[in-house]
């Protein structure tokens, strides 16, 4: 009863474990140690026919070192495990009342437990902790000292077993090596778990009360830019902006505006879909994901396909995890197209032709610095009218004698040859195609520079958006327009 007792707490699933630590005690020792193991025979544990928690109190009651192996809180069914008795152990080995006792925590996976957070801890799959865990061995108070009952006068002395180890530094180390080999090969899994995101990761916050009641229309779109916040990102997120930061929390709203300047007059369609889908996905329901709804990076070529995966309430703030999507490079005709309601046109249906004045066209032409502009009628592409056409058809009438000046858009539609033109020099495609299809159809279109871009793909079709053979060019061959 006299030598020093090491009390080893652990599942007996862990048994394999135990014993590499209890034969490296005994080892290292040099026998000088008991070792309670109550998983093996041949180390001190239980008695038979004896309460085993009776057992389990009077070994703690004299040990002043428990070395607790800790596994994980999940086996490998998923299920978790029981710690409640080694907890008792451990709990028992520190009552006040008993002798003064060391837990140091042997942790065989990044799992720890929380109630011995501020423990020693011996971290299994490390070759310097399981070394510097070996030469404390070698420290004189290592092993708290502890009281005994002298059999000869019956009373009680204290004994201070000083360093457990004669042992040099380099045999220690030795053993400490072959320690750190089989608690690996006991433990037979990785001492570290990494993770990482697949995808580039951003986190939106905003009230929900800003949100309730909001469309995906104009106004609720500019509502919700105003007042969303990132409050989280992955590394990868700020270059597709072209930062190298971007501060946790800030608004939203400053790198969209930045997007904005880099493509001027660009559909913001992916932030539609990013409003959409949070309008969704707060009532619980399947966002709806347009599948040309693509961000593109600033300063690159990449685009990427805004989803969110993850939603959560609290404290009535409302948090979107957003991952992009990097997406193949296929143009499709909605990442370049201007969207009608960004586009400049004239609507027939809200302004007769005659009642469009030529000078005034030309004028606002000139203004906007356009060749051209469109013109619609209930929502179709009807003409696509060219600033050359009305000069030249302006000069002819001035030849004549005609007062230009109240000439009209009508007056043009009578020309039949400038009619025809007006009609049939532009094509369509549908939003689902890409700007390769668009170059093909303009092509397949004797004098066509612009393509419609409708909701069937034909001219009978709602033009949803616009495309110049300049923005076609560009999206194809980037860098060849100038």
């Known amino acids: 009863m006299s030598k020093p007792l090491v009390f080893i707490s652990h599942k007996h699933s862990d048994t394999d474990i135990g014993g590499a630590i209890a034969r490296f005690v005994r080892n290292i020792s040099g026998g000088n140690v008991d070792v309670h193991l109550s998983s093996d025979p041949n180390y001190e544990g239980p008695r038979v026919g004896k309460k085993i928690n009776d057992e389990l109190r009077t070994a703690l009651s004299r040990t002043g070192l428990v070395i607790l192996i800790y596994t994980s809180r999940i086996d490998q069914n998923g299920e978790y495990k029981d710690w409640d008795y080694c907890m008792w152990e451990c709990g028992l080995a ?6 003064r006792t060391e837990v140091l925590v042997l942790q065989c996976l990044p799992d720890k437990p929380i109630v011995f957070q501020g423990k020693l801890q011996v971290l ?23 009281e005994v ?96 930061a971007v501060n946790k929390p800030s608004h939203f709203e400053k790198l969209i505006g930045e997007w904005e300047a880099a493509y001027p007059g660009r559909s913001l369609d992916w932030w539609e879909t990013i409003v959409q889908q949070m309008l969704d996905s707060m009532g619980k329901r399947d966002p709806q994901i347009p599948c040309w709804s693509r961000f593109r990076e ?49 609507d027939l ?37 060219h600033a050359s056409m009305i000069d030249r058809f302006m000069t002819r009438q001035a030849l004549g004698g005609q007062d230009v000046s109240k000439l009209t ?74």
């Open 94 to 99: 520190e009552e006040p009342n008993s002798a």
């Open 124 to 146: 299994a799959w490390e070759r310097d902790s399981v070394i510097s865990f070996a030469r404390r061995f070698r420290e004189p108070d290592f092993y708290p000292a502890y």
């Open 149 to 244: 009952m002298d059999e000869k006068t019956g009373e009680s002395k204290t004994i201070a077993p000083g360093p457990l180890t004669g042992l040099s530094e380099r045999e220690i180390d030795e053993r400490a090596e072959e320690l750190l080999r089989e608690l690996r090969e006991a433990i037979k899994e990785p001492g570290a778990r990494e993770g990482w995101s697949a995808w580039t990761h951003l986190q939106l916050e905003i009230p929900e009360a800003d949100l309730d009641g909001v469309r995906n229309d104009e106004e609720g779109r500019q509502k919700i830019r105003e007042k969303v916040k990132v409050v989280d990102h992955s590394p990868g997120f700020p270059g597709l902006f072209a930062r190298a």
């Open 298 to 346: 600033i300063n690159g070529d990449d685009e990427f396909i805004p989803l969110v995966s993850w939603v959560s309430r609290l404290n009535g703030e409302l948090t979107f995890d957003f991952c992009f999507m990097r997406h193949s490079r296929v143009n499709s005709v909605g990442t370049r197209m201007t969207r009608t309601d960004r586009m400049f046109y004239y």
């Open 349 to 385: 249906d809200k302004k007769r032709p005659d009642e469009l004045l030529l000078k005034d066209l030309l004028q606002e032409l000139d203004d906007r610095s356009w060749t051209r502009i469109p013109l619609l009628k209930g929502g179709r592409a009807v003409y696509i009218i």
């Open 409 to 482: 858009l009508q007056d043009i539609l009578d020309v039949q040859e400038m009619r025809e033109m007006f009609e049939n020099t532009f094509a369509t495609v549908s939003e689902e195609e890409t700007l390769e299809d668009a170059r093909k159809r303009m092509a397949e279109t004797e004098r066509a520079e612009d393509v419609f871009v409708t909701e069937d793909g034909t001219p009978e079709g709602k033009v949803r958006g616009w495309l110049t053979d300049r923005e076609i060019v560009e999206g194809l061959d980037p860098g060849v327009v100038p």
